[in-house]
């Protein structure tokens, strides 16, 4: 078996793992709480979860008629067809993220280490909103870290790091350099991703340019 065999197996493992937790996390939340604003822009956790599971849902010819829709933008088919599959019932959207836990599908580009990132860091934009305290294994954690800290990651998400150096206070990690911002790993990790934190979770002189409120 070669290297990258192996990898692919550590991956895939770790993405099913991922799928599985949040899919209990999921079935065990109140109807009222699918509702909440998650920390990805515009989208409730329903949108959150809608959005997770359309490559489980959308054949490869739903998906190429769905881009023509939106006129060649991804973004927007995404963000669309979210909107659209969010009314679908809980629990065939928990079902559809559960039944698929070992579903191969990987974004374009991406890998299986695209899959995991994608898995975790849309994870963490649901939990994190709900404040249910859910950390992320370390092991998966780092493979995430290594795929959104990629120049093309950076270039993707847009977020302006520049002088800054972000530094876990949880594991031994850091990235960039300049003044530093601490925080959880996981945490660090949706900063590159685009994300606005709650008020509290980072520290520093800088922390306050990734904050919803200014602290």
């Not at 197996?9 to 079935?27: F, T």
């Not at 997770?52 to 995404?78: D, H, I, L």
């Not at 067809?81 to 191969?104: F, G, H, K, W, Y």
């Not at 695209?114 to 950390?135: E, P």
């Amino acid at each position: 078996m070669t290297g990258s065999s192996v990898k692919d197996i550590h991956l895939r493992n770790a993405i099913a793992a991922e799928r599985q937790e949040l899919a209990e996390v999921l079935n065990a939340l109140p109807t009222q709480l699918w509702d909440t604003q998650s920390l990805c822009a515009r989208w409730r956790v329903r949108e959150v979860v809608a959005h997770m599971t359309m490559p489980f849902r959308y054949s490869t010819q739903r998906f190429v008629v769905e881009v023509v829709k939106a006129r060649g933008s991804f973004n927007r088919m995404a963000d669309r067809c979210a909107r659209q599959d969010a009314e679908l019932q809980i629990d065939e959207l928990v079902a559809s993220l559960r039944d698929n836990t070992e579903n191969p599908w990987k974004p374009p580009g991406g890998g299986f280490e695209g899959a995991l990132a994608h898995d975790v860091i849309h994870g963490l934009d649901i939990t994190m909103a709900l404040q249910l305290g859910r950390k992320v294994p370390e092991d998966r954690l780092r493979m995430v870290l290594d795929v959104v800290t990629r120049p093309k990651s950076i270039k993707f998400f847009g977020t302006d790091l520049n002088g800054i150096e972000l530094r876990a206070d949880d594991i031994e990690w850091s990235f960039g350099s300049g003044t530093p911002v601490f925080g959880l790993a996981q945490d660090l990790a949706l900063v590159i991703s685009g994300r606005k934190l709650p008020a509290g979770l980072l520290q520093g002189a800088a922390s306050r340019r990734f904050a919803h409120i200014t602290q």
